[in-house]
Structure formats: structure tokens, C-alpha cells
Nanobody
Framework: VQLQASGGGLVQAGGSLRLSCAASGRTVSSIAMAWFRQAPGKEREFVAAFSRSGVTTYYADSVKGRFTISRDNAKNTVYLQMNSLKPEDTAVYYC????????????WGQGTQVTVSS
């Protein structure tokens, strides 16, 4: 599975961005996909995820109600809509995938920088 993340940029606090993760090698409807982020000097943290079935979504408490994960099976792409952005959302965002229903994510995209100015 190859993943290509895009859509990052610079935005003011309160603004919105939509990240995209285009997958190849497997259809997004057959794999579990997620978004993680890593801020400078911090460990990578979970942001949002789809279950492999696509029925269930999961969110970190810090983004719940502001971020939405979605997918377009026809485009084989997963999105992360980020609204009401805060400076603490500044990080490199990575999309990830796993073929199994559970366990570690073993495919990673290259990351896209999101910077939120106050």
C-alpha cells in the first residue's frame, strides 16, 4: 500500500483545512486508515481513524467535534476535514493504513505540514 498525503498549509486560528490521503495498491474500502500527527518536540499522536469496515470512526478527544474523517471509495482517498483550528493543532500530519482489522498501522504516507497561527 502506498499513501500520498497532501493539503497542509498555513492557516489562522479558527480556520479550516482539508487533508487528503490518496491510496494505491489496495482500495481504501478494504483497509483500516487513520491520521496521526507529530508536533515539534512531541511524540506522534493519534488523531482520527476509520475501522476497516468503514462503519466506525474514532477521534482523539482533542479534535472531537472539530475534525471529521471521511473517504471517497471512487477516488480511493481518505480525507481529514479540520475546522476551528487552534495553534496547538500545528504539526506534521501523517496518514496510515493497515490491512488487518486490528494491530499496528504498517503503511505510512510522507506527512504534510499544518501550521496554525494565532
Amino acid at each position: 500500500v502506498q499513501l500520498q498525503a497532501s493539503g497542509g498549509g498555513l492557516v489562522q486560528a479558527g480556520g479550516s483545512l482539508r487533508l487528503s490521503c490518496a491510496a494505491s495498491g489496495r482500495t481504501v474500502s478494504s483497509i483500516a486508515m487513520a491520521w496521526f500527527r507529530q508536533a515539534p518536540g512531541k511524540e506522534r499522536e493519534f488523531v482520527a481513524a476509520f475501522s476497516r469496515s468503514g462503519v466506525t470512526t474514532y477521534y482523539a478527544d482533542s479534535v472531537k467535534g472539530r475534525f471529521t474523517i471521511s473517504r471517497d471509495n471512487a477516488k480511493n482517498t481518505v480525507y481529514l476535514q479540520m475546522n476551528s483550528l487552534k495553534p496547538e493543532d500545528t504539526a506534521v500530519y501523517y496518514c496510515a493504513a493497515r490491512v488487518s482489522a486490528y494491530g499496528d498501522y504498517n503503511y505510512w504516507g510522507q506527512g504534510t505540514q499544518v501550521t496554525v497561527s494565532s
